[in-house]
């Protein structure tokens, strides 16, 4: 069958990957747009999070590019996104497709489910090749947060507008093409060394503000309308804190493999003094990474949450706590199918000036002490 699946920012490139490996015909859908988003929202319950309906939306256009197989993934944990797939499955059905679901259950198991799911989907059933196409896709997309690191210093420093962009689009397409290991780490050399070739203005003053909230919002650039390349453009470095190699490394990974603690337990760990319990989806994260960037003195934390996600309203509400006694300027930023472009930009341009008046502020109290 041709399969296919949902985008999520740039990790098609690793399920792209591990089914190439395996032989299998596949569709990428087109990449999310308003019509995607549209699409989706019209087949979708009204009070629905903005992730279910692009995830929705990039399920109906690549049944309509001739897909007849979709991977679809449920995930552990007191989140909707363990609802998506019987959501979308009943929606799809409703509208009259005839598709074969793919469901990666990581509910029953991590690896195992991964295994099985990629057996149904391409009809191979060699152990040696899915094996392969699960660490090939493992390795890509730990990759591609190292390429999305290095792409943000630069973005932030270029001398000439859109360079850096057009180097990290390079390193992506690298990325893409390897199939083994060795290609894979070749690929990841050539990448960084094509963005440390992007010029630099060297006296241009560079704001560092940290980045969390719901993964998938703080992911995908449409979700999130490019946020991280709108700061960039106004001098900011982005640290995006919350990644989705952090998800694979805590959860599918096998734990003999993990010599430190994930990045989850390190902000479980720091949560715990504002919140007792894990209230589901990202939340701890969210409370944990900017009490981080409290304690590390960074300019400022942008916290991007989905339109209705219960975990990250009461994260939201949370950080006022932490804004206060941490001394951290926090924006939170609701995001659904009717946010504006312009006044979105508009409120990241007033935070990026109150961020710089207080490095300021601080620069001078620190001369004249």
Known sequence: ??????????????????LKILGAEFIIPPYTTKKTLNLGSKHSPEVICLPYKLVL???????????????????????????????????????GYDV?????????????ELYQGFR??????????????INIALIKIDMLDVLDESYSYYRARESKKGSAKKAHSRALKFLDDAMTVNECKAALKNGLEILSNVSVDPGREILHIDLTGEIFVVIDQFSNMDIADELGRMGVQVHRKIKLSNWTNTF?????????????????????????????????????????????????????????????????????????????????????????????????????DLAQRRKNLRTKTKIRS
Do not use: W
């Open 252 to 352: 599918i990974k096998p734990t003999l493999t993990k010599f430190e603690d994930t990045h989850e337990g390190q902000m479980k760990t720091l949560a715990r003094d504002f919140i007792k319990r894990d209230v589901g989806g990202d939340a701890l994260e969210s409370i944990g990474d900017t009490i981080s960037a409290g304690n590390n003195k960074s300019d400022g934390v942008i916290h991007l949450l989905p339109f209705t996600c219960m975990p990250e309203i009461i994260s939201q509400n949370i950080l006022h706590n932490v804004t206060r006694e941490k001394d951290i300027p926090v924006l939170s930023l609701i995001l659904d199918e009717f946010s504006g472009k312009a006044g979105f930009i508009t409120r990241l341009e007033a935070f990026v």
């Open 120 to 133: 149904k989907a391409t009809g191979n059933a060699n152990p040696i090749d899915l094996v392969r196409a």
């Open 57 to 95: 939306g990039n399920y109906l256009e690549a049944i309509e590019a001739g897909a007849d197989g979709i991977l679809m993934i449920d995930s552990p944990g007191t989140c909707r996104l363990g609802q998506y797939s019987q959501s979308s499955r009943v929606a799809i059905r409703d509208i």
């Open 100 to 112: 074969e679901f793919i469901n990666l259950d990581l509910y029953k198991g991590k690896v195992f």
């Open 1 to 18: 069958m041709k399969v296919s699946f949902a985008h999520m920012g740039n990790t098609y490139i690793a399920l792209a990957g591990a």
